[in-house]
């Protein structure tokens, strides 16, 4: 039971702060980086935990945002049967896309990842009869922000569970290695198509969650805001929070989203600051934030000694 | 029968020829080495076997089975386990949790039972615990099992690579160079876990630069020199051999030569 301690105490934590840091946009944005770090979990498992690339997830955000909201708009869903169910239609996606795409290794795989996250904002543009083309789609959203963000604090709570649950477990030491080296895991019986395809699905599965709660959280969707840039930004917020690290990721994503916002009155400098920031941390923190606890652990340490 | 026969396994890499022509069969229950030269074609032989490599031609049949059928990740639920010659462990990983590496294939919940730690998945999780330590105490490394693999010394390691081995569960076990750079009290160490391994009905495949190792150890010995087998017996056969004399003794021959000329 002690592996619930600290997260409990976090997410608990977490769960308090609307009543600390007050007003609808403040919560807003406080929704918007969980839901970063819901995909940027996802995303981890798939890169620092099986050590494969995907340059193009923010598509599999687009296509769990389009479903939801398109499942509550026509077909009438609530929203805890809409949310699930754009996580699944992302992972029948990425599943159908990583089987062949898989079989790559290195620059070829990060290539078709990048081409499928460039085609679907294009098809999401021209299929205009489902997805309302450039003018997007205008779901229900939640109830009010605050509720957002506990929304997505509970899914993040529950993913980073189930994260957690393969990690610690067989699956998480078929992952490992086939990260570390493949005639291993070909040795010890594991399918190296099988493995890196089902977390693949599973990696698209978080960020199709996301991209729902996203979609609602804003009460819109077009084809633009889940783009290349966003492929691009999850990646930087997963190497930023250290590459196989949960915690990371979480923390990655609320420094990644809350930047923009923080630099948001240097008018014109707030991606250069971003991108300066990030640099910055991947040159002084390599293993990224998450090595920054046993990092200070040292200091305190050798200042002790 | 045979467990394992090869039959006319030849690699070529482009105009290279790293295998031809080569035939051998291992007994059940025996420890058959396969020796000779560096680039003889040994390592390229135990590639073959855990399909690793594809031949460019020939048969490998174990326990009268088409091995070149089987897909490279079902040789280790037909029973055949091997190490490596440079260690392949999962560095960042505990020790423990590379030898419940060697569980994946058998031992197992289904597999949506892990994400949500259904009890399923909790009793494998911890039947897998059980044995891996069971296994590490039998090679002498259990004190070792929850330390990381970066930084044990390598005599620990090889060790550590047997038990992973041992925990396929194999009826044919391949082991690439164990003796290779351990100390002298680590190697009858190993020794003795091959022994043991052999006792247990595991039949053993070893190929090995130590020959008095070998010819210690063995019950039947396959020569290969140029990727041909160039001789087939027991440790007294094929050390009397001249074939095998000429081969391994080649080089001190032309040494004598030039000492005389000189």
Known sequence: MRRYLWPAVGFGLAAALPFVITGSYRHNIMA????????????????????QISMGHGAFMLIGGYTSAILTLKAGLPLWLSIPAAGVAAALVGFVLGLPALRLHGHFLALATLSFGVAIPQ?????????????????????????????????LALLVWVADNLLRSRPGRALRAVRDSEVVALSMGISLVW???????????????AGALGTHLAGFINPTDYNMLISFQLLATVVVGGLGSIPGSIAGAVLVTFLPFAFSRSKGWASTIEGLAIIGI???????????????????????? | MPLLEVEGLSVSF??????????FAVAEGAIHGLIGPNGAGKTTAFNCITRLQTPTAGAIRFGGKDLLKVAPHQVVRLGIARTFQNLELCRNQSVLENVMLGLYHRVRAPHLTYPLFLPAARRAEEASRQ?????LERVGCWEYAQAPVAGLPYGVLKRVEFARALACKPRLLLLDEPAAGVTSGER?????????ARDSGITVLMVEHDISLVMSLCDQITVLDFGRVIAD????EVQNDPAVIAAYLGLEEEVDGHASVG
Do not use: C
């Open chain 1, 282 to 305: 991947v040159i002084f923190l390599p293993y990224g934030l998450a090595s920054l606890v046993q990092k200070l652990r040292g200091v305190r340490r050798r200042a002790a000694s």
């Open chain 2, 188 to 196: 009858s160490a190993l020794v003795q876990l091959i022994r043991e």
């Open chain 1, 123 to 155: 098809i999401a543009m021209k299929w205009g009869s489902v997805t309302g083309g450039a003018m997007g789609l205008s779901p229900k959203g939640f109830a009010s922000d605050r509720i957002a963000y506990w929304t997505v604090l509970g899914v």
């Open chain 2, 233 to 236: 017996g027991t440790p007294d």
């Open chain 1, 195 to 209: 493995a890196k395809t089902s977390i693949f699905a599973l990696s698209a599965f978080f960020a199709g969650v």
């Open chain 1, 32 to 51: 918007l980086m969980l839901v970063y770090a819901i995909a940027a979990v996802g995303l981890n498992l798939l890169v620092g935990i099986a050590g």
């Open chain 2, 14 to 23: 482009g105009g290279l020829h790293a295998l031809q022509d080569i035939r």
């Open chain 2, 131 to 135: 044995e891996a330590l069971a296994l």
